[in-house]
């Protein structure tokens, strides 16, 4: 039997870009409580480190050939915390194994926010203890954030410890409405406002917004330092077209909330299903049929225009009208004296009337060789 059992480590990879501005300088605080995850978050990737069957106890027959190097614990949870603070943390690392276990000097870390990581001992004996302290200043945009540090394991077991720090970035600013929704029922701008109210009743000013289209604007009073703001922000429908979905992101001189994002999304008057086709070992010559489908997501009235492909591999064959659309009947046909190892054409669909608004198929593959 194994020494040493593989363990899942699960660790996020929430990496947000929001990086840390202005000349405040958060205070300093003692080492917050750890909590010890008991369950693996879900939707994020998993390593496999080797890892003792228990990061605090282990069988006596354990390690007896090399140097285990475990933590006190895999995920240190700073819990609840405001924006743009700095907090001091550490870890306890322990040999449990029958060998000295010795580590580089230089800690790895995802984030720069993680800052002065010093392990206490760079070798540590059988039972040995030693502690890794750090730094850690919170992000500046709210929500559940992780980032990581990597002890590098020169003698012993595993070769690299990974370690996970996760905090919970309260809001200082918050928005109303959280989301900006548009809807494309005419080519007019699509304006909606939305309001900023600081929790802490600190007036602040806002210095920028960014993210927004080409042809689109927001309205603002730039010289008003107040604990509420009022901004008005401006679409344009072919701004909106090309980014469906998508951020603004605001600055301000409010010292915890220097950066902000609120999200918008658009309903399209239109949507097509499958927007694209997958198809692989495709015969050269062979007729292959698919069906399309075409939707109003404003449950009106509409009628298919012209229909076209740019390589000519793929022709709609017939229309048939149903509740809220139409259905497509596509045949694709690679020419026989063309046979390329990847193919790819375009199926472009017009909607009559509605000019800036024609639908698209990708068929994609590969070809039998």
């Not at 990086?19 to 994020?44: D, F, S, W």
């Not at 998993?46 to 990061?55: A, G």
């Not at 720069?112 to 001992?121: G, I």
């Not at 059988?126 to 709210?142: H, N, Q, R, W």
Request: charged fraction near 20%; aromatic fraction near 8%; proline fraction near 7%.
């Amino acid at each position: 039997m194994s020494s040493t059992m593989k363990y899942i480590l699960s660790l996020s990879l929430f990496v947000l870009f929001t990086g840390i501005t202005g000349c405040h300088e958060p205070e300093l605080n003692e080492p917050a409580k750890v909590h010890v995850e008991k369950t693996a978050a879900k939707n994020i990737p998993t390593e496999m480190v080797e890892v003792p069957e228990n990061s605090a106890t282990l069988p006596t027959t354990l390690g007896k050939s090399n140097g285990i190097l475990v933590a006190n614990t895999m995920v240190y949870d700073f819990g609840k915390v405001e924006p743009n603070q700095k907090i001091n943390g550490e870890f306890i690392l322990t040999n449990e194994g029958k060998q000295p276990v010795k580590m580089k000097q230089k800690v790895r870390t995802s984030c720069s926010c993680v800052a002065m990581p010093t392990l206490e001992k760079l070798e540590l004996a059988p039972g040995e203890s030693g502690k890794l302290t750090f730094v850690y200043t919170t992000k500046t945009t709210p929500g559940t954030i992780m980032q990581r540090l990597y002890i590098d394991v020169t003698e012993g077991s595993p070769k690299v410890l990974p370690l996970a720090l996760k905090t919970e970035v309260q809001k200082v600013i918050t928005v109303e409405p959280d989301t900006l929704t548009f809807k494309l029922e005419s080519n007019a701008p699509q304006a909606i406002e939305f309001t900023l109210n600081a929790l802490d009743k600190k007036p602040f000013l806002i210095t920028s917004i960014n993210g927004l289209g080409t042809q689109s604007s927001t309205t603002y009073d730039k010289d008003k330092s107040a604990a509420t703001q009022k901004v008005t922000a401006t679409f344009a429908p072919e701004d909106l077209r090309k980014h469906p979905k998508g951020w603004l992101f605001i600055n301000t001189n409010h010292p915890k909330a220097t950066s902000l994002r609120v999200p918008f999304e658009t309903t399209l008057p239109f949507a097509v299903r499958p927007p694209s086709k997958q198809m692989m070992n495709v015969q050269p010559g062979k007729v292959y049929k698919s069906k399309i489908h075409i939707l109003s997501n404003y449950n009106t009235e509409f009628e298919i225009g012209k229909v076209t492909s740019e390589n000519n591999y793929a022709t709609m064959t017939k229309t048939t009208k149903t509740k809220g659309g139409y259905i497509l009947d596509v045949e694709f046909v690679l020419p026989e004296d063309k046979s390329p190892k990847y193919f790819r054409d375009y199926l472009h669909v017009e909607i009559k009337d509605h000019p800036m608004d024609m639908q698209k198929v990708l068929f994609y593959g590969t070809t039998q060789q």
